[in-house]
T-cell receptor, first 114, second 112 residues
Framework: DGGITQSPKYLFRKEGQNVTLSCEQNLNHDAMYWYRQDPGQGLRLIYYSQIVNDFQKGDIAEGYSVSREKKESFPLTVTSAQKNPTAFYLC?????????????FGPGTRLTVL | KNEVEQSPQNLTAQEGEFITINCSYSVGISALHWLQQHPGGGIVSLFMLSSGKKKHGRLIATINIQEKHSSLHITASHPRDSAVYICAVGPLSGAGSYQLTFGKGTKLSVIP
């Protein structure tokens, strides 16, 4: 089955530690995205990548880093510089079809920093 | 930057009721997406539309481009429809990536 996988589903870390969230897709999509979701707020874009070895900052990139070494993988590192890292993180990918972009989402990772 | 507003924020309905969720946006778009998020957190795409109306089962989505407004309707609502429904809009430009702007969501609870 094609889709996006994120692991783990729940992640706990101590304050001050870096943590990497995994995102893998087998949809052969070029573009991938990381969003953050907080209670009562819409999803906000952290980083996106249009192609391998290229990525761009989104609206809230401070305290995060990404890499895109393979088309299938777009891991997100939450660094100790991120002041409020506890949130729900969603990975997505998109493909252009018939002039429109259909975006697909992973199941998400809920990160709790203690 | 597009502003996306959804209403209502919360909605409680009796099973069988007809439900409407509204979405308005401020700037022209290429397409509007309706998404469903269940309590576990994963998001499923329900509709992507740029004009007119689409129907899938008991779900109907409409869009009025001139008024910058879309509605999501659920007919004969069921407790399994309980979820957060999110409206998102895609920009006019962008051949490569496609950066959506999201509303805050409407939390729907359908009571048996």
């Amino acid at each position: 089955d094609g889709g996006i996988t994120q692991s783990p589903k729940y992640l706990f870390r101590k304050e001050g530690q870096n943590v990497t969230l995994s995102c893998e897709q087998n949809l052969n999509h070029d573009a991938m995205y990381w969003y953050r979701q907080d209670p009562g707020q819409g999803l906000r874009l952290i980083y996106y990548s249009q192609i391998v070895n290229d990525f761009q900052k989104g609206d809230i990139a401070e305290g995060y880093s990404v890499s895109r070494e393979k088309k299938e993988s777009f891991p997100l590192t939450v660094t100790s510089a991120q002041k409020n890292p506890t949130a729900f993180y969603l990975c997505a990918s998109s493909i252009r079809s018939s002039g429109f972009h259909e975006q697909f989402f992973g199941p998400g990772t809920r990160l709790t920093v203690l | 930057k597009n502003e996306v507003e959804q209403s209502p924020q919360n909605l409680t309905a009796q099973e069988g009721e007809f439900i409407t969720i509204n979405c308005s946006y401020s700037v022209g778009i290429s397409a509007l997406h309706w998404l469903q998020q269940h309590p576990g957190g994963g998001i499923v795409s329900l509709f992507m539309l740029s004009s007119g109306k689409k129907k899938h089962g008991r779900l109907i989505a409409t869009i009025n481009i001139q008024e910058k407004h879309s509605s999501l309707h659920i007919t004969a609502s069921h407790p399994r429809d309980s979820a957060v429904y999110i409206c998102a809009v895609g920009p006019l430009s962008g051949a490569g990536s496609y950066q959506l702007t999201f509303g805050k969501g409407t939390k729907l609870s359908v009571i048996p």
